[in-house]
């Protein structure tokens, strides 16, 4: 089993910044692919960001392209997600996800952390 613990997430008002950390730990794999979904309420969950743990290929949805940025740090078995330039639409639960890099599933998940960005 691999185990992701979200934090970083809170209020923020418009244009301001978050980063977003997710710690792994477990029986880690690879190679293998971390991302980040989010939910808001009452709407689908939705890809924001993912990155390969051995050669940091990234890939990021159009909607926050430009603001948000994935990382990684290999010793602290750690992803970030750089939130920048915050809009309201982003408010969101922001959940951390692993998969092995051979398979389209993500079946390990955190529990998510509240992001709130007021107008």
């Known amino acids: 089993q691999v185990q992701l613990v979200e934090s970083g997430g809170g209020l923020v008002q418009a244009g301001g910044s978050l980063r977003l950390s997710c710690a792994a730990s477990?029986?880690?794999?690879?190679?293998?692919?971390m991302a980040w979904f989010r939910q808001a309420p009452g709407k689908e969950r939705e890809f924001v960001a993912s990155i390969t743990w051995a050669r940091s290929n990234t890939a990021t949805a159009d909607s926050v392209k430009g603001r948000f940025t994935i990382s990684r740090d290999n010793a602290e078995n750690t992803v970030y997600l750089q939130m920048n330039s915050l809009k309201p639409e982003d408010t969101a639960v922001y959940y951390c996800a692993a998969r092995p890099i051979s398979t389209n599933d993500y079946p390990f998940w955190g529990q998510g952390t509240q992001v709130t960005v007021s107008s």
């Open positions: 477990g029986r880690t794999f690879s190679p293998y692919k």
